[in-house]
């Protein structure tokens, strides 16, 4: 897709701090709407609190964030569930309800947003289909293997339509060959006009593809496109 203009993700001197642990240091960076962006960087450099910070679930001590066209910085902690409708998380430790079917799991975040059960029904399973789970989907998690589990975590983003989505490690416990399939997924709801910020360790993902890379590290370097 065409990137447009708009800006999707605006960070400006941001820091973060756990206790007294320097984990993000005066980051600024900008994603534009439409852009598919790899976040790599050694372990423990800070990429899940970027995409934390993104999501409100970690917050800023000093610097701005702003997402489309909200400045989430000093977003009140009410207003934060509206924020999260529009953005899809893939979290890097799962998050399954295991008491609740494929199916549940996958339609909560709809149930919340107060859809009618029909057209809840529609949306679920399409993006199971699209996730190949439309047959499991009145199975419960744990029965399911671990790519099939990463496929619901990302069913589950992907069924609210997010404008951004943000996937941590999504291709972590996965075979190559899986690994690649999810990858497709992403670059098919990028098609379709979702920003995507995908966090790997894997340089097997990007090489070769010109996406935009960040390099997460205590300098923070934006290491331009992959060749
Ligand atoms: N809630 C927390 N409290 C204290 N320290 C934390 C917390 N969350 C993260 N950290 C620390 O902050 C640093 C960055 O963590 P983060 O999870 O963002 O790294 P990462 O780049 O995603 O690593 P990985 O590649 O292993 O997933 C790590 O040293 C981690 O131990
Ligand atoms: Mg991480």
Not at 69 to 97: A, C, E, H, S, Y
Request: with cysteine; net charge positive; aromatic share 10%.
């Amino acid at each position: 897709m065409e990137s447009s203009d708009k800006k999707m993700v605006q960070f400006s001197e941001v820091s973060k701090f756990y206790g007294k642990k320097h984990v993000l240091s005066n980051l600024t960076l900008t994603v534009t709407q439409g852009e598919f962006v790899f976040i790599t960087g050694p372990s423990g450099a800070g990429k899940s609190t970027l995409l934390k910070l993104i999501y409100c679930s970690e917050r800023t001590d000093s610097g701005k964030i702003i997402i489309a066209d909200w400045d989430i910085t000093k977003l009140r902690q009410k207003i934060i569930p509206r924020l999260r409708r529009n953005i899809g998380m893939v979290f890097q430790n799962f998050r399954l309800f295991f008491n609740k079917t494929v199916f549940e799991n996958v339609a909560l975040a709809l149930r919340f947003g107060g859809m009618h059960p029909h057209k809840i029904r529609g949306y679920v399973n399409e993006v199971l289909d699209k996730v190949k789970l439309l047959h499991t989907a009145t199975a419960y998690p744990q029965y399911l293997s671990g790519g099939e589990q990463q496929r619901i975590v990302i069913a589950r983003a992907m069924v609210i339509k997010p404008m951004l989505l943000l996937a941590d490690e999504p291709t972590g416990n996965l075979d190559p060959e899986s690994a690649k399939g999810i990858v497709d997924l992403f670059r098919d709801m990028n098609s379709k006009g979702t920003t995507i910020l995908f966090a790997t360790h894997s340089p097997d993902l990007y090489r070769g593809s010109g996406d935009r890379v960040l390099f997460v590290s205590e300098k923070y370097v934006d290491r331009d496109y992959a060749g």
